[in-house]
Structures are given as structure tokens and as C-alpha cells.
T-cell receptor, first 117, second 111 residues
Framework: GAGVSQSPSNKVTEKGKDVELRCDPISGHTALYWYRQSLGQGLEFLIYFQGNSAPDKSGLPSDRFSAERTGGSVSTLTIQRTQQEDSAVYLC???????????????FGPGTRLTVL | QKEVEQDPGPLSVPEGAIVSLNCTYSNSAFQYFMWYRQYSRKGPELLMYTYSSGNKEDGRFTAQVDKSSKYISLFIRDSQPSDSATYLCAMSPSNDYKLSFGAGTTVTVRA
């Protein structure tokens, strides 16, 4: 397909379990961002990958969160020992960089809705 | 206090009305300002982008930035039912997507 896909679309887990969320970006897009959107809150930046550079992890809320991007394509966000406050929609954005927002092309995936019981 | 404040609404207007949305912010380093539209159960899509202060118009949409007041606005003219969505403001001090977002304003345009 032409869009950004994320899986699973919904995930319900028990507190303390680990979860993996997947993002399949658009082929050829060098930048990939993860955000989360909690109920009543705006989006919150988590981490981004750009080309072969080291990821910018400055938005990760705790060391329970990690992410990787394999082969410059698919990315996985892992949350260890999930807590109830981790419940949110996790969104990834695939971006073709062209010098700034005026020229860049960005697409968000539909998100993964995570519920921690 | 949040870095970006946005009234969550909801805002309900009749078709054809002007929709006025705004955000205030506290970080004077913000230089890049964006508005996103998000339909229910979908990811956001970029509507408008403005660098520094000024106005920008694109069709029925006008974005305004007043850095002296730390205030940004989005106006939607001749609103349509298809404009019903949540509108998110976002901003960054640098030319990247490490954005600080407002909470979003939910807008309903009544036919």
C-alpha cells in the first residue's frame, strides 16, 4: 500500500507485561517519528530516526521505552513492564525530508491504541 | 502550566460560518508553527505551516502567528461539514518534527 501502516491497531495488555508496536513507513522516507496521544492530551514526541544517524531519544518518558528501526525501514517501539499511565494511542509519522515543512512530505499512520489494565 | 495551551472546545458552528481556533504558548524559542487536522480514529495531517510571525493563506484556511503575544490562530472560511475534525496546533524551536502540541480543539460543522 501507499500509506503508513501500524500494527496492531488495538492492544490490550496487563500491567507489567511487555508490548511491541510496529510501524511500516513509506518506502524511501528517511525520517520516522513516534508520538503518543493520551486522552485529553496533545501529541507528545517520543523518538525519531533519520537516515543512518543515531536516534533522538529525548522524548522517551522512561527507560522502559525503547525503539529500533531495522534496515532504515520498519520500526518497533517496545514498552517494558507496562503501566496504566502508558495507555494511549501511539502514532508514527513517515517523512520524506526536502529542506523543511514547506517541502517535506509527512504522513501519519492510523496509530495503535494501547490499553493497560 | 503546559507549554502549549489550546481550548479543547468542543466548537459547533453552522455550515458556512468562520471557524476561529487559537493557541497560546510560553516558549519564546518556538519559530516553526503548524496546524494539523485529525479525523476520528485517523492520524493527523498537516494543514498549515508558518515560520516565525506573519500570516499565511491557503484556500479557505488562514494561519496567523503573533510571536510578540505568543499567540497563533487558524481561521477556516466558508466552513463545510467535511471540516468537522479535531484541530491541533504544534510548534518547535527548530526545523524538525520534535513538536510541542496543543491538546486539540474538536470542531463540528452542522449542515
Amino acid at each position: 500500500g501507499a500509506g503508513v501502516s501500524q500494527s496492531p491497531s488495538n492492544k490490550v495488555t496487563e500491567k507489567g507485561k511487555d508490548v511491541e508496536l510496529r510501524c511500516d513507513p513509506i518506502s524511501g522516507h528517511t525520517a520516522l517519528y513516534w508520538y503518543r496521544q493520551s486522552l485529553g492530551q496533545g501529541l507528545e514526541f517520543l523518538i525519531y530516526f533519520q537516515g543512518n544517524s543515531a536516534p533522538d531519544k529525548s522524548g522517551l518518558p522512561s527507560d522502559r521505552f525503547s525503539a529500533e528501526r531495522t534496515g532504515g525501514s520498519v520500526s518497533t517501539l517496545t514498552i517494558q513492564r507496562t503501566q496504566q499511565e502508558d495507555s494511549a494511542v501511539y502514532l508514527c509519522a513517515s517523512i520524506r525530508l526536502a529542506g523543511g515543512p514547506r517541502g517535506d512530505t509527512q504522513y501519519f499512520g492510523p496509530g495503535t491504541r494501547l490499553t493497560v489494565l | 502550566q503546559k507549554e502549549v495551551e489550546q481550548d479543547p472546545g468542543p466548537l459547533s458552528v453552522p455550515e458556512g460560518a468562520i471557524v476561529s481556533l487559537n493557541c497560546t504558548y510560553s516558549n519564546s524559542a518556538f519559530q516553526y508553527f503548524m496546524w494539523y487536522r485529525q479525523y476520528s480514529r485517523k492520524g493527523p495531517e498537516l494543514l498549515m505551516y508558518t515560520y516565525s510571525s506573519g500570516n499565511k493563506e491557503d484556500g479557505r484556511f488562514t494561519a496567523q502567528v503573533d510571536k510578540s503575544s505568543k499567540y497563533i490562530s487558524l481561521f477556516i472560511r466558508d466552513s463545510q461539514p467535511s471540516d468537522s475534525a479535531t484541530y491541533l496546533c504544534a510548534m518547535s524551536p527548530s526545523n524538525d518534527y520534535k513538536l510541542s502540541f496543543g491538546a486539540g480543539t474538536t470542531v463540528t460543522v452542522r449542515a
